[in-house]
């Protein structure tokens, strides 16, 4: 495929990518279950689902100028219309785990207020208005919205617990309001939250430790992963054999889109064993 005619074939779909993009409301889209709506909310995408479809359509564009010059067009476009999700997924994991430190935090506030003689609903909107993440704290603040428009606590918070994904914070949430409906003493109830958040820094403190302890074999991971396109390049420079097998029509189009499949597969089951071990 020529440069010129990849180039009228990216802004064509540019063209009607951004004439789809103004029919159709973020509303439309939401309606549709975007697999990216879930991590572009924990990831602090503000900017609607309208203009993440357009970055990733800009994206693969680019991806198919780039592989149109390495004469792979279509593996390019592949790739490129990807990697945003990909990024988007990082961005809501690392959002995440600094979500349920944040929410640890606000539960042992929470029972430290709880000591101190304040009721349950002043002590967990002390702890949410101190909290400098709005992700750990979002379902706390709509159950106490719900609280102050007449709804009962604890059925709002089992609500809350009912829709997060989080399964600490789905444990925490419940927990929460079990210990309402059992109308436990306010020192009792200090003492399950306080429970609550200890366990769950215990669990972070053991995520920790595997992170370090496999931390090691990930940065070998990625240094075997560079080194295999570099020895691939070294040996196209010094055999022409080589070289013309990698830029001929089979390379072009199964070996090189092949290695980097391969290459992607390799850090994605490197990171899922990881969190296999977490969960």
Do not use: K
């Not at 800009?58 to 990697?83: D, F, Q």
């Not at 208005?129 to 159950?143: G, H, K, N």
């Not at 029509?249 to 290695?259: K, N």
């Amino acid at each position: 495929m020529s440069l010129a005619l990849a180039g009228a074939i990216a802004l064509g779909t540019l063209v009607a990518s951004l004439g789809l993009a103004l029919a159709v409301g973020d509303r439309t889209l939401a309606r549709l279950a975007h697999p990216d709506a879930e991590h572009l909310r924990r990831s602090g995408w503000r900017h609607g689902l309208r203009r993440w479809e357009g970055l990733r359509m800009a994206s693969a564009m680019l991806g198919l100028l780039a592989g149109s010059l390495l004469g792979a067009p279509l593996a390019g476009a592949a790739l490129a219309a990807l990697a945003p999700s990909a990024w988007v997924r990082l961005r809501a994991e690392a959002a995440a785990d600094h979500a349920q430190r944040e929410l640890t935090s606000i539960l042992a506030a929470t029972a430290g207020s709880l000591g101190s003689g304040l009721a349950l609903p002043e002590a967990l909107r002390r702890a949410v208005e101190r909290s400098s993440d709005p992700l750990a704290s979002a379902f706390l603040s709509e159950a106490l919205r719900a609280f102050e428009l007449g709804a009962s606590l604890g059925d709002a918070l089992e609500r809350a617990a009912g829709r997060t994904r989080d399964a600490r914070e789905r444990l925490a949430l419940g927990t929460l309001a079990l210990g309402i409906a059992e109308r436990l003493p306010r020192e009792r109830l200090a003492e399950l939250i306080g429970s609550i958040a200890n366990r769950m820094r215990y669990e972070q403190e053991l995520e920790d430790e595997v992170r370090a302890r496999a931390a090691g074999a990930r940065q070998q991971q990625r240094i075997l992963a560079l080194l295999v396109p570099a020895l691939a390049a070294y040996l196209a420079l010094t055999m022409p054999m080589l070289a013309a097998v990698l830029s001929g029509e089979v390379g072009r189009t199964f070996l090189i889109p092949a290695a980097a499949v391969l290459e992607g597969a390799g850090f994605l089951i490197g990171r899922r064993v990881v969190r296999g071990a977490l969960a």
